[in-house]
């Protein structure tokens, strides 16, 4: 699987935006970027994926870089609900060895401040 | 929403003992997986199983391990003669498809403490 390289660790105040970076600069063509989450004492939660084009949904927005090399989740209004760490996965063509397994980094660790 | 829901939510065993982690997947997902999170570090994969054969497992999944859909709903993971390193919290998930457009539902998780 390609690797992907996140901060260890941001910070935000509530109900500011909190833009959170992914390098992943030997994406293939086919590789699909996802994100998760895990709450505290919770399992991973999905948040979003997309391809080539930016993608929103009711919980972010992804925005890709043109090269593909790097991407963004973007949560618009941070709540201390959004206290998590994310995690940026590349998700490759099933049927291979990696058939639809995710492989989990260290993520980034995402502090909300009141 | 659609919910993974995972039992117990916290099991002690004795070293050596057999232990089996339930799960049941969302109702018209086809696509099952576990996944274990040992205390401060990362989720590692362990199986996924698909059509009820194994798709795919990790070096983890030695033959200690064994996973079986027993009916329609429910999906099940053994651990036969646990060690002390098997301590984790064990994740559950499920997917509609294995293609990788699809996301995963995760379950809570089970925390295994072996003694």
């Known amino acids: 699987d390609a690797k992907t390289t996140q901060p260890n660790s941001m910070e935000s105040n509530e109900e500011e935006p909190v833009h959170l970076p992914c390098n992943h600069s030997?994406?293939?063509?086919?590789?699909?970027i996802h994100w998760y989450r895990q709450l505290p004492s919770q399992g991973p939660e999905y948040v979003i994926h997309g391809l080539t084009s930016n993608v929103n949904n009711r919980m972010a927005s992804l925005a890709i870089a043109e090269d593909r090399k790097s991407s963004t989740l973007i949560l618009h209004r941070a709540t201390l609900r959004d206290a998590a760490v994310y995690y940026c996965?590349?998700?490759?063509?099933?049927?291979?060895?990696?058939?639809?397994?995710?492989?989990f980094g260290q993520g980034t660790i995402l502090t909300v401040h009141p | 929403e659609p919910e993974v829901t995972q039992t117990p939510s916290h099991q002690v065993t004795q070293m050596g003992q057999e232990v089996i982690l339930r799960c049941v997947p969302i109702?018209?997902?086809?696509?099952f997986y576990w996944y274990r999170q040992i205390l401060g570090q990362k989720v590692e994969f362990l199986v996924s199983?698909?059509?009820?054969?194994?798709?795919?497992k990790s070096e983890i999944f030695d033959d200690q391990f064994s996973v079986e859909r027993p009916d329609g709903s429910n999906f099940t993971l053994k651990i036969r003669s646990t060690k002390l390193e098997d301590s984790a919290m064990y994740f559950c998930?499920?997917?509609?498809?294995?293609?990788?457009?699809?996301?995963?539902?995760f379950g809570s998780g089970t925390r295994l403490t072996v003694v």
């Open positions: 109702s018209n997902h086809l696509y």
């Open positions: 199983f698909y059509n009820n054969e194994i798709s795919e």
């Open positions: 998930a499920s997917s509609e498809g294995g293609q990788r457009i699809y996301g995963y539902t």
């Open positions: 030997t994406i293939s063509g086919t590789d699909y």
């Open positions: 996965i590349l998700r490759g063509n099933a049927g291979g060895t990696s058939y639809g397994k995710l492989t």
